[in-house]
């Protein structure tokens, strides 16, 4: 596509339910990011996939966070159990090979809110 | 830790006001930094970066300077418009995987 493709753009769910949030990054964009971010605190880096190597998942708050990327290109971010204070807007960005100066795409975002 | 610290918004400004948003980072080595925008209802985009101290990053009229010395690479554009509002975010390059840490955003809001 032409670029970041998120979905769903919105999702609610009830405290303790599963989510899993897609992303779609430009087609032949070997690095995928997932950040987070939440009311008032700015964004939070999640996990970072780079071609066929292990991701880095540094910054994925706790177990119940899980992230796929499956055949290299689409990505599933996976939150299990979920807690009110997972409610966040959850972006996606892409670059083509993870480089140093590499620019990156961001999709628009799933903003999650967990009732 | 690296980190990156961004002047409180909201900061709400006339139509061709001068335009200072701060932004001072903690870091190991010598980063990258950017300034990223995210106009209402749209993803986030690259705004201007600079990639070593005494660089000046530009776009759109605005305009940011690594300074190495004060640790700063404050945003600046000398007359905003209504369609600037959005919220602004400084950013640091963590390591070459791309990892950026941000800082907490500052919401623009330009009146007419």
């Known amino acids: 596509g032409a670029g970041v493709s998120q979905s769903p753009s919105n999702k609610v769910t009830e405290k303790g339910k599963d989510v899993e949030l897609r992303c779609d990054p430009i087609?032949?964009?070997?690095?995928l990011y997932w950040y987070r971010q939440s009311l008032g605190q700015g964004l939070e880096f999640l996990i970072y996939?780079?071609?066929?190597?292990?991701?880095?998942k540094s910054g994925l708050p706790s177990d119940r966070f899980s992230a796929e990327r499956t055949g290299g290109s689409v990505s599933t971010l996976t939150i299990q159990r979920t807690q009110q204070e997972d409610s966040a807007v959850y972006l996606c960005?892409?670059?083509?090979?993870?480089?140093?100066?590499?620019?990156?795409?961001f999709g628009s975002g799933t903003q999650l809110s967990v009732l | 830790g690296d980190s990156v610290t961004q002047m409180e918004g909201p900061v709400t400004l006339s139509e061709e006001a001068f335009l200072t948003i701060n932004c001072t980072y903690t870091?190991?080595?010598?980063?990258?930094l950017f300034w990223y925008v995210q106009y209402p209802g749209e993803g986030l985009q690259l705004l201007l970066k600079?990639?070593?101290?005494?660089d000046k990053g530009s776009n759109k009229g605005f305009e940011a300077t690594y300074r190495k010395e004060t640790t700063s690479f404050h945003l600046e554009k000398g007359s905003v418009q209504v369609s600037d509002s959005a919220v602004y975010f400084c950013?640091?390059?963590?390591?070459?995987?791309?990892?950026?840490?941000f800082g907490q955003g500052t919401e623009l809001s330009v009146k007419p």
């Open positions: 960005a892409s670059s083509l090979n993870g480089g140093l100066r590499e620019k990156l795409f």
């Open positions: 950013a640091l390059l963590y390591n070459q995987g791309g990892k950026l840490i």
């Open positions: 870091a190991t080595g010598y980063p990258s």
């Open positions: 996939f780079q071609g066929n190597s292990a991701p880095d």
């Open positions: 600079a990639t070593k101290a005494d």
């Open positions: 087609s032949g964009h070997t690095a």
